[in-house]
């Protein structure tokens, strides 16, 4: 069982950045596929990028790309998510997910086995 906690959301105007953090509590807690994912209102929740245990592999999305690194410290079973350049299309709910070991990184939400309970970012123009 792994516990999620997001924080570092927050309001930034367009060409700002933020970066989010996601504390994972848990005995095996470093041993997880950690990933983001965020949703803006009535659209649906969409992977942003994710991260191998290891730290070896990491996948981003397009619209992300070059932008957003994703990156952990298992010393610190922690996951971040370093936003740059950030446009008004990036306001959504962020939220950290973690997999299952053995499983790698996967964009399709359901996948997923643990959820925070979300962190809101606000671009402004």
């Known amino acids: 069982q792994v516990q999620l906690v997001e924080s570092g959301g927050g309001v930034v105007q367009a060409g700002g950045s933020l970066r989010l953090s996601c504390a994972a509590s848990?005995?095996?807690?470093?041993?997880?596929?950690m990933g983001w994912f965020r949703q803006a209102p009535g659209k649906e929740r969409e992977f942003v990028a994710g991260?191998?245990?290891?730290?070896?592999?990491?996948r981003s999305a397009g619209s992300v790309k070059g932008r957003f690194t994703i990156s952990r410290d298992n010393a610190k079973n922690t996951v971040y998510l370093q936003m740059n350049s950030l446009v008004p299309e990036d306001t959504a709910v962020y939220y950290c997910a973690a997999r299952t070991p053995g499983y790698t990184i996967d964009v399709v939400p359901t996948t997923w086995d643990y959820w925070g309970q979300g962190t809101q970012v606000t671009v402004s123009s």
């Open positions: 991260i191998t245990w290891g730290g070896g592999t990491t």
């Open positions: 848990g005995r095996t807690a470093n041993r997880y596929a």
